[in-house]
């Protein structure tokens, strides 16, 4: 069972930053997809962010692109989004999640095989 936790959520006036953090297990750092959601209007899950593990390469939305940036640290076996010149829109759950590999399909949440349960991000 693979178990993906995201803490660093909570609430932040506009404009400020936060920095959401996803601990997954060692493997995942090589030659996998990370990636970071958020939860829609109603129940569907949004690509913001992902990096495929074995060449670095990162993949933003464009609501967030400019803003938000997706980095790991491999050592600490940890995946961050750092999050600056928050927007009320912003607010919402995000996940963390993985998957065998990134590509033009990155932002398609049906890619990626394993899911955190979430962190609330509220922007006021």
């Known amino acids: 069972h693979v178990q993906l936790v995201e803490s660093g959520g909570g609430s932040v006036q506009a404009g400020g930053s936060l920095r959401l953090a996803c601990t997954a297990p060692g493997y995942m750092y090589t030659r996998n997809c990370l990636g970071w959601f958020r939860r829609n209007q109603g129940t569907e899950r949004t690509g913001v962010a992902a990096?495929?593990?074995?060449?670095?390469?990162?993949h933003y939305g464009e609501s967030v692109k400019g803003r938000f940036t997706i980095s790991k640290d491999s050592a600490q076996n940890t995946l961050y989004l750092q999050m600056n010149s928050l927007k009320p829109e912003d607010t919402t759950t995000y996940y963390c999640?993985?998957?065998?590999?990134?590509?033009?399909?990155?932002?398609?949440?049906?890619?990626?095989?394993?899911w955190g349960l979430g962190t609330q991000v509220t922007v006021s």
């Open positions: 990096i495929y593990t074995g060449d670095g390469t990162t």
């Open positions: 999640a993985a998957a065998f590999a990134c590509g033009v399909s990155w932002s398609n949440p049906q890619i990626f095989s394993y």
